[in-house]
């Protein structure tokens, strides 16, 4: 299973729930994108590191029986786990194929839409896969991206400090792994190059109080990755204790504030 030992999030069951979570607290925004670009019944959408394919589902209920969702993923735990939610809600409109963004080709089809999240912070060579993109989709789609576009936006305030180091531990491990965390910095470029054009470019970014939902993404992904981190021979017990303890007391704070990690979403035309 080279794809799951591979990933640096990891494919285990408390990421597969994670990307639950973030999915949710996303979902609002996410709607209003695809909405606003035009994705509705009948449409068919290439979902790029689809992982256990929560997106992929809303998709797939909003195109219908007679739209299509091609999800790509190259995680056979993230596979699985999307194939059991397809069949447990009787989607037959999904079809999910294993692949490696990097090493294969991307499959050829009549594609209105793609969908990209998170994906290509993760990835060792982003430009390969928007020339793959390109190559598949057809004249006048859509592409549409959510990325991170500068993940250093992620504090808090009042500040903390060992988030802002547990921050750049996340940033360099990334790097580390071969990706890049602030993909969407390099889609400009890689767009025109592609023959896309950007038609719309709009910076989603949160000032969030503990009790929002959406507090809860940045949180649940510091109390999964200290383990990773510490797995990985980076920090010990004593700074992941100190990191969880302070977020704690950021918790009990009404009046603390979190600023999110900037996403871009880029929503672009092949020309
Ligand atoms: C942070 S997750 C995002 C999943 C999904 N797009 C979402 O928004 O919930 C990144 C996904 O990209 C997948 N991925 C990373 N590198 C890949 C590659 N080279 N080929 C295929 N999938 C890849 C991972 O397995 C993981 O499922």
């Given at each position: 299973m080279a794809g799951d030992r591979d990933y640096v999030l990891g494919t285990h069951e408390e990421e597969l729930a994670r990307l639950g979570l973030q999915h949710r607290v996303w979902r609002p925004v996410v709607l209003d994108c695809w909405q606003k670009a035009g994705i509705t019944v009948g449409k068919h959408v290439l979902d790029l590191g689809?992982?256990?394919?929560y997106a992929t589902v809303d998709l797939a209920e909003i195109v219908g029986p007679t739209g299509q969702i091609v999800a790509l993923e190259r995680s056979k735990n993230f596979i699985h786990a999307m194939g059991e939610t397809c069949r447990a809600r009787s989607l037959a409109n999904v079809k999910i194929r294993e692949l490696d963004l990097m090493t294969d080709e991307l499959p050829k089809g009549d594609y209105d839409f793609a969908w990209c999240r998170w994906v290509l912070s993760f990835v060792s060579d982003p430009s390969s896969l928007i020339r793959k993109l390109s190559g598949v989709m057809p004249k006048r789609s859509i592409a549409i991206f959510h990325e991170y576009g500068h993940y250093e936006t992620w504090h808090f305030l009042p500040r903390l400090t060992n988030q802002e180091k547990f921050r750049e531990h996340v940033i360099e491990t990334w790097r580390e792994s071969g990706?890049?965390?602030?993909?969407?910095?390099g889609l400009p470029g890689l767009l025109s190059t592609n023959d896309f054009a950007i038609r719309s470019a709009t910076p989603q970014i949160f000032c969030v109080r503990p009790n929002d939902y959406m507090w809860q993404w940045p949180a649940t992904f510091i109390e999964i990755y200290l383990p990773r981190l510490m797995e990985m021979g980076r920090i010990d017990q004593n700074f992941a204790d100190e990191v969880r303890g302070d977020l704690a007391s950021a918790e009990a704070n009404p009046n603390a504030l979190m600023i999110t990690p900037l996403v871009l979403e880029i929503v672009a035309e092949k020309l």
């Open positions: 689809a992982g256990p394919g990706g890049e965390p602030d993909g969407a910095a």
